[in-house]
């Protein structure tokens, strides 16, 4: 199976990204700490370097991700030539307003009256990037929502007189070419439930989660054996859970979402479901 998502507006925001970009002396990109690889936009990636913009690169949600693992993309993106990396979580004020000390940096000649320093949030939809803007502000400007692509058109954020912040819409790009790109996003809840089937997604997580974290697994959902194969997963959670439907019959559908309910809340466990050297082994597999 494979999952694409691209609804029409998203063709009319790349546009008005690329025309921000001539403007802009710092591009942030928000990704999910939990799926760094999976959530960087290719066509964000080629403006940006096309512009030759400084960039800082923010893993969002990093208080729901395996935090040894978050240290490793960290390093990996500070070794990105015009690239610096930081991790934080949304829901703390003082990490998200380290924001702005780093983007200074990157653009150390901005951030007078005269000069302000200009900066472009972007990243895939629901990372985050409304909450970071709000915080930043000390305001509630940006519309927030639990559900991807909330944000529409490009805003102009005064967040004081020597700082401009333009918000984008969340983007994603035409063809996602990697499957299991396509399933982490779905399970991260990057992309509109209408574009991928809940229990194939909740049996890719479940795989990816067998061999990354067996024993979060074993302990949460109260495994006695080894864990079950396929979808003898999501059985054991519906009877769990008593998720019966008609007939006595187990209700693999609200096994899987709630199954990916939980990877998404965190309750399972810290969790991140790629490493720079995985995703690197599976690029060179997709060639």
């Given at each position: 199976?494979?999952?694409?998502?691209?609804?029409?507006?998203?063709?009319?925001?790349?546009?008005?990204?690329?025309?921000?970009?001539?403007?802009?002396?710092?591009?942030?990109?928000?990704?999910?700490?939990?799926?760094?690889g999976s959530s960087i936009n290719p066509m964000i990636e080629?403006?940006?370097?096309?512009?030759?913009?400084?960039?800082?690169?923010?893993?969002?949600?990093?208080?729901?991700?395996?935090?040894?693992?978050?240290?490793?993309?960290?390093?990996?993106?500070?070794?990105?030539?015009?690239?610096?990396?930081?991790?934080?979580?949304?829901?703390?004020?003082?990490?998200?307003?380290?924001?702005?000390?780093?983007?200074?940096?990157?653009?150390?000649?901005?951030?007078?009256?005269?000069?302000?320093?200009?900066?472009?949030?972007?990243?895939?939809?629901?990372?985050?990037?409304?909450?970071?803007?709000?915080?930043?502000?000390?305001?509630?400007?940006?519309?927030?929502?639990?559900?991807?692509?909330?944000?529409?058109?490009?805003?102009?954020?005064?967040i004081n007189n020597n700082i401009i912040l333009t918000d984008?819409?969340?983007?994603?790009?035409?063809?996602?070419?990697?499957?299991?790109?396509?399933?982490?996003?779905?399970?991260?809840?990057?992309?509109?439930?209408?574009?991928?089937?809940?229990?194939?997604?909740?049996?890719?997580?479940?795989?990816?989660?067998?061999?990354?974290?067996?024993?979060?697994?074993?302990?949460?959902?109260?495994?006695?054996?080894?864990?079950?194969?396929?979808?003898?997963?999501?059985?054991?959670?519906?009877?769990?859970?008593?998720?019966?439907?008609?007939?006595?019959?187990?209700?693999?559908?609200?096994?899987?979402?709630?199954?990916?309910?939980?990877?998404?809340?965190?309750?399972?466990?810290?969790?991140?479901?790629?490493?720079?050297?995985?995703?690197?082994?599976?690029?060179?597999?997709?060639?």
């Amino acid at each position: 199976m494979t999952i694409q998502w691209y609804p029409g507006h998203m063709t009319a925001a790349k546009k008005k990204a690329e025309e921000a970009m001539e403007i802009n002396d710092v591009i942030i990109e928000v990704l999910d700490a939990r799926i760094p690889g999976s959530s960087i936009n290719p066509m964000i990636e080629s403006i940006r370097l096309k512009r030759q913009r400084p960039h800082l690169k923010v893993l969002n949600k990093a208080d729901l991700a395996d935090s040894k693992i978050t240290e490793q993309w960290i390093k990996f993106f500070n070794s990105k030539p015009n690239t610096t990396a930081i991790s934080l979580s949304a829901k703390k004020i003082s990490e998200v307003k380290k924001i702005l000390s780093y983007s200074k940096k990157l653009a150390p000649h901005r951030c007078t009256s005269v000069k302000p320093l200009r900066m472009l949030i972007m990243g895939v939809p629901n990372v985050g990037k409304s909450t970071i803007i709000n915080v930043l502000k000390n305001k509630k400007i940006a519309k927030v929502g639990n559900i991807p692509a909330v944000t529409k058109t490009l805003q102009r954020i005064d967040i004081n007189n020597n700082i401009i912040l333009t918000d984008s819409p969340g983007m994603m790009w035409p063809k996602i070419n990697n499957d299991l790109d396509g399933f982490f996003l779905a399970a991260s809840h990057t992309i509109g439930i209408n574009a991928y089937d809940e229990i194939e997604t909740a049996l890719v997580l479940s795989e990816t989660l067998k061999t990354l974290y067996p024993k979060l697994l074993i302990d949460f959902y109260e495994f006695e054996d080894s864990l079950p194969t396929d979808e003898k997963f999501l059985e054991h959670i519906a009877k769990k859970r008593n998720f019966i439907i008609k007939g006595n019959k187990l209700n693999l559908l609200k096994a899987a979402i709630s199954f990916i309910n939980d990877y998404r809340n965190g309750v399972i466990g810290k969790i991140s479901l790629e490493t720079p050297s995985s995703r690197e082994l599976m690029l060179k597999n997709l060639l």
